[in-house]
Structures are given as C-alpha cells and as structure tokens.
C-alpha cells in the first residue's frame, strides 16, 4: 500500500485496486497547487469547508463519499469494491464554541492495514469515538492544535488507540497562511527514536512490514505553494 500526502489533510492512498483521495482542500484557500490526480474514491470529512472537501479540480470518474452524509444511526457504513469504509461524528473548531461545525472522521482497510483519518475534528475524542478508532494500524493524526483537537487530547487519544504508525497532517507548511503549530511541537512528544523524517511525500507499507511500536513518520507535502 502506497500513501502519498499531498498537502494540508489531503493523501492519495493506492491499494486492493484502488486509489482514495483524502479530504482534497482548495487551492485558493491552501495557497497550494490543485489536486489534479484521478481516483475510484473521494473521501471528505464534511462538504462545506473548503479546506477539507474542495473536488473541483480532480478529474472526474471517483465515487464521492461526503462523511457527514453517514453520521446518522444505522448509516454508519459505505461499501465501494471490497472495502468498507467506516464514518463517526465529530465536532469542528471548538475554539468557536457557539458554532463548531459538523464534521466527521473515517477509517478503512486496504492491504489487510486497518487506516483512520482524522478529518478535522477539533473536540476531546470521547469513548465512543475512541472506541471506533481502536485497531487502527495507521492514523492520519491533525497535529496542528487548536482550532483543531488540542496535542495533549490528542496524544491521550494515541496512548489508547495504540497505531503502530501515525502520520501527521493539517499542520504548518509553506502555503496555508491559517494558524497551525509547525510539527516540532507534537514530536516533542515521542522519543527520537520513534520518529521518521521519511524526506519524501510518499511512504509504502505492508502488513508484515508495520512497526511494534507506535512510530511517526513525517512525510513532505508533494504539492508546492502556488
């Protein structure tokens, strides 16, 4: 399974014959070049930031799955191909308490490796969130901090999860010109040995391959300030 990030929280992930673009952003709002890559599936944490859900520049032919469309009872679930992909409810910059938004995470299987995306949830994960999460092999983890969930929520949320590999995103990069915190500040939280500065925007992985302990692998966003 390969995972390339392109920026912010958007990745293309490319496995069991499929290619899923992750919470594609727009370029006007990032100051990134535009996703152009094809994909079979389009995911997005909710359909009205365009930070977050913005398609218009990726050809078309992808099955859309807006991941607030499937945050009621019983709707929790979508199936394309063979893989299942899962949504749980979240809320969105908690920094605005009178008006976060809706917004939802996900998490799918590709290559037998089990892989959340955080979306853009800005609260404490609570148990049943945490509960949806566990299992997760890899996490797309937001380690930008507030609006998004704080570092220390989510690092309490890591130590319960237990990914054997986390990915950061949605934090400071040449580009977006909105407050995020530069990586240093979550990896302050791991040991050095348990951190990866891959030097790519791409990383491959295998079942077998995955490591025993939780390690982060930062990886360098392929799409370049416009």
């Known amino acids: 399974m390969k995972i390339r990030w392109l920026g912010h929280a958007a990745f293309l992930l490319k496995g069991d014959n499929l290619r899923i673009i992750t919470d594609p952003y727009d370029p006007d709002v990032t100051n990134l070049k535009p996703i152009v890559e094809s994909a079979d599936v389009v995911l997005r944490s909710s359909g009205d930031d365009r930070a977050h859900c913005f398609v218009d520049t990726i050809p078309p032919g992808y099955r859309l799955l807006t991941a607030t469309d499937y945050i009621e009872p019983g709707k929790d679930c979508e199936k394309v191909g063979n893989t299942n992909f899962f949504f749980m409810p979240s809320r969105e910059s908690l920094i605005h308490k009178e008006v976060p938004r809706d917004n939802a995470f996900y998490r799918f299987e590709l290559e037998g490796i089990r892989i959340a995306h955080l979306g853009d949830v800005g609260n404490r994960l609570s148990d049943n969130q945490l509960s949806f999460l566990r299992g997760t092999d890899i996490l797309l983890a937001l380690t930008g901090g507030p609006p998004t969930i704080s570092l220390d929520d989510l690092m ?63 990886l360098d966003p392929a799409k370049k300030p416009r």
């Open 156 to 218: 309490y949320a890591i130590g319960i999860i237990n990914p054997k590999v986390i990915i950061p995103m949605h934090f400071r990069i040449p580009g977006p010109t909105f407050s995020m915190f530069p990586i240093e500040r979550f990896i302050k939280y791991f040991e050095d040995k348990r951190v990866v500065r891959v030097g790519s925007p791409e990383i491959d992985f295998t079942k077998p391959n995955l490591p025993d302990e939780t390690k982060v692998f930062i």
